[in-house]
């Protein structure tokens, strides 16, 4: 029996050296964590929509770079049924298209995975592009804020 007793008093002595997290640390953890995201979250989140409206402005700039170089090959910008695809894809009866004007051949849709809107002859200008933003309708406020290539509009979606 002697032999059990000093096992169990072993077992007992090994058990106090260890020492495991009661539930008000955890929870007091947890809510130091809660407070931290709640105070973190809305930062990066405005960070990521500014970084989605700053590509797009981007992009805008990419197309009418491209829109130009089609203008000085063939004379005149695509008009509206043409789109922006005449910067990848020759459009019929063009003899002198020298493009793709694009990278990678095709037109790329805007940071909220929709297409760009194109319009020629624009409201601002020779043509007109325009992104509808976050919610992809006309209009909005904030990251939800159209932004067109070269007008005032685009300074709107803060």
Same mark, same amino acid.
């Given at each position: 029996?002697?032999?059990?007793?000093?096992?169990?008093?072993?077992?007992?002595?090994?058990?106090?050296?260890?020492?495991?997290?009661?539930?008000?640390?955890?929870?007091?953890?947890?809510?130091?964590?809660?407070?931290?995201?709640? $105070?973190?979250?809305?930062r /990066?989140?405005? !960070?990521? =929509?500014? *970084?989605?409206?700053? @590509? #797009?402005?981007? &992009?805008?700039?990419?197309?009418?770079?491209?829109?130009? $170089?089609?203008?000085?090959? /063939?004379?005149? !910008?695509? =008009?509206? *049924?043409?789109?922006? @695809? #005449?910067?990848? &894809?020759?459009?019929?009866?063009?003899?002198?298209?020298?493009?793709?004007?694009?990278?990678g051949?095709?037109?790329?849709?805007?940071?909220?995975?929709? @297409?760009?809107?194109?319009?020629?002859?624009?409201?601002h200008?020779?043509?007109?592009?325009?992104?509808?933003?976050?919610?992809?309708?006309?209009?909005?406020?904030?990251?939800? @804020?159209?932004?067109?290539?070269?007008?005032?509009?685009?300074?709107?979606?803060?």
């Amino acid at each position: 029996m002697s032999s059990n007793v000093q096992a169990q008093r072993v077992r007992r002595s090994g058990r106090e050296n260890e020492r495991g997290f009661t539930l008000v640390e955890m929870l007091v953890v947890i809510t130091i964590i809660g407070l931290i995201m709640g $105070l973190i979250g809305p930062r /990066v989140l405005n !960070y990521l =929509s500014e *970084s989605k409206t700053k @590509a #797009a402005r981007i &992009q805008l700039q990419s197309f009418s770079a491209a829109l130009d $170089l089609f203008y000085l090959d /063939v004379g005149r !910008y695509p =008009s509206t *049924s043409e789109g922006l @695809a #005449a910067l990848a &894809q020759r459009p019929p009866g063009l003899g002198t298209w020298n493009g793709p004007y694009l990278k990678g051949g095709a037109v790329p849709k805007d940071p909220w995975n929709t @297409a760009y809107v194109y319009r020629a002859p624009g409201d601002h200008g020779p043509f007109d592009i325009l992104s509808y933003g976050a919610d992809g309708q006309e209009g909005g406020s904030g990251t939800a @804020a159209d932004i067109v290539l070269g007008t005032q509009t685009s300074a709107r979606s803060e």
